[in-house]
């Protein structure tokens, strides 16, 4: 038999997850700022590329932090 659907949990781990991928994107940034002359251009255009990627799930990930939040006020 399956398990319930246990969604109490997720805002935090959304949550948590938004803050790591922000982190991710800060110090991704940091080193292209201190090391971006020192590094190929083939290497500064995939971390441009990735942190574009992290900027695409941040905000996926805020808008089901929201909608998680809306799910959780209408059986509460």
Do not use: F, W
Not at 32 to 41: A, P, R, T, V, Y
């Amino acid at each position: 038999m399956a398990k319930p659907d246990n969604r109490s949990d997720n805002v935090e781990k959304l949550q948590e997850m938004v803050q790591n991928t922000i982190d991710n994107l800060e110090e991704s940034e940091a080193y292209l700022n201190e090391h971006g002359e020192d590094i190929s251009e083939n290497e500064r255009q995939h971390l441009s590329v990735k942190n574009e990627h992290r900027k695409e799930s941040i905000k996926g990930m805020r808008q089901e932090i929201k909608d998680e939040a809306a799910h959780q006020e209408t059986k509460g």
